[in-house]
């Protein structure tokens, strides 16, 4: 993301002279703009002829359709914060819809239209040693050719996004969301609206030290990417979270993927519906040199995918945790794929519904010291055909281990499934592999 940066300085830098809608200023420390010329705020010349004000606002009377630059722009190189707030029947459309650059903390709440008819529709970017990052769209349309909404936090403060209305990009991310090393907490909530983009729909890194949430309500469409892809790229960054209720909807060719670099857990938890048309419906991996648990609950809803429903990976030795009541269908790979490689357990538990899969129902494999614990209360299936060689077409295949390899720590394999339920597949409804010295336990309770 660091090219927006750079991006913004070369825009403002060779556009800011044209004339700037009215900008009366009243009560002190307060710009109110209208007009339909579009508006640049500085204060990094000398002599400054626009500087920014703490509070700005653009009323309804703020109509900017023009050709080139940016319909908004802030260049603000001191450390004050800045409050901006769009009414619902403003617009402001040009090759860039709002440019936002500053040293200190900026709050912006968006109503109205802002489109990038070329570019982005929002970039807001905090130098280094600013602070807070903060922009709510109660309602309204951010749209943008490259990118909808994008931010890069370089100071000490967090990031906080919250949609409400429409977010779109043409060829990019509807949400491009990035916070340095520098910088603390990274939080996006969808409360009602829809994010739609070529690429993913929401894109989150965090390389600060604080948490990463998301929250989705409503719908995020994807033609071409991921739903959402939600990374923790920092070694302090804390816990990444990731919640969609029931009213939520993905749509994408893969749905959720996550990756975690922190010092805090992965957790997500889904009640709506995720829909892969190529890729997994969720995907998670934990490669952190910390000890970090791994959770995955579908509370309700659905998973539909044509690769794996769920697939997770722990690499460094917390325990995975997947726990599903509802549908899981992959129509071309594995309802199911856990793969946990140090010494942490691996859990998954269906306490109801349907889990199916093209090549296995459920796989897991551990090649960990930790247990391994399969609890089937629902109905599995393998619904493809079989290959006894690649272990296609079962129901439940469990490893514990690796053939030929030392297995003396290998942890135990715990399969329990309830009576009146049904495991299935075109080659075994069960394939268990305990290649260590523990005993392996099969019960029906």
Do not use: H
Not at 63 to 79: E, M, Y
Not at 182 to 199: E, F, H, K, P, Y
Not at 380 to 390: C, R, T
């Amino acid at each position: 993301m660091k090219w927006i940066s750079a991006l913004c300085l070369t825009v403002l830098s060779t556009g800011w002279q044209a004339a700037n809608a009215a900008c009366v200023e009243g009560p002190v420390d307060t710009l109110t703009c209208s007009g339909t010329t579009a508006t640049v705020l500085r204060n990094d010349l000398t002599p400054s002829p626009n500087p920014p004000k703490g509070t700005i606002n653009l009323v309804d009377a703020y109509l900017v359709d023009v050709a080139a630059g940016a319909a908004f722009q802030i260049i603000n190189n001191q450390s004050f914060g800045i409050d901006l707030n769009q009414s619902g029947n403003s617009s402001a459309k040009s090759a860039f819809g709002f440019m936002i650059q500053t040293g200190g903390s900026i709050s912006q709440t968006i109503s109205g239209n802002v489109t990038g008819k070329s570019q982005s529709g929002l970039a807001t970017t905090i130098f280094a040693g600013g602070g807070n990052l903060r922009i709510d769209q109660p309602q309204g349309l951010i749209a943008g050719q490259t990118v909808g909404l994008v931010t890069q936090n370089n100071g000490v403060g967090s990031t906080t996004i919250s949609t409400s209305g429409s977010v779109t990009s043409v060829a990019g991310n509807g949400l491009g969301i990035t916070n340095a090393p520098s910088s603390t907490d990274l939080t996006i909530t969808q409360v009602a609206g829809q994010i739609s983009a070529q690429n993913a729909g929401v894109a989150a890194t965090n390389n600060g030290t604080g948490a990463t949430a998301v929250s989705i309500a409503a719908g995020v469409k994807s033609i071409a990417g991921l739903g959402l892809s939600i990374n923790n790229s920092g070694a302090s960054t804390k816990g990444l979270t990731i919640t969609q209720s029931a009213s939520g909807i993905i749509d994408s060719v893969a749905g959720i993927s996550t990756g975690n670099l922190g010092s805090g857990e992965t957790k997500i938890e889904t009640s709506g519906i995720i829909k892969a048309s190529a890729g997994d419906g969720i995907g998670a991996s934990n490669d952190s040199a910390k000890i970090i648990g791994l959770t995955v609950t579908q509370a309700g809803g659905s998973i539909t995918s044509a690769g794996a429903g769920i697939s997770t990976r722990n690499s460094n030795g917390g325990d995975t945790v997947i726990t599903t009541t509802s549908t899981v269908l992959s129509t071309a790979g594995v309802g199911i794929n856990a793969d946990q490689r140090s010494a942490g357990e691996l859990k998954i538990t269906q306490s109801g519904g349907t889990i199916d899969g093209f090549v296995t129902g459920i796989g897991a494999t551990n090649i960990g010291t930790g247990p391994t614990q399969i609890v089937v209360l629902g109905n599995v299936k393998a619904s493809g055909p079989p290959n006894e060689d690649l272990g296609f077409g079962v129901g439940v295949f469990a490893t514990a281990g690796v053939s030929g390899g030392n297995n003396s720590n290998v942890g135990k394999v715990t399969v329990t499934q309830a009576p009146g339920t049904t495991v299935s597949g075109s080659l075994w409804g069960f394939g268990l592999n305990q290649y260590g010295p523990q005993p392996m336990e099969f019960s029906t309770q």
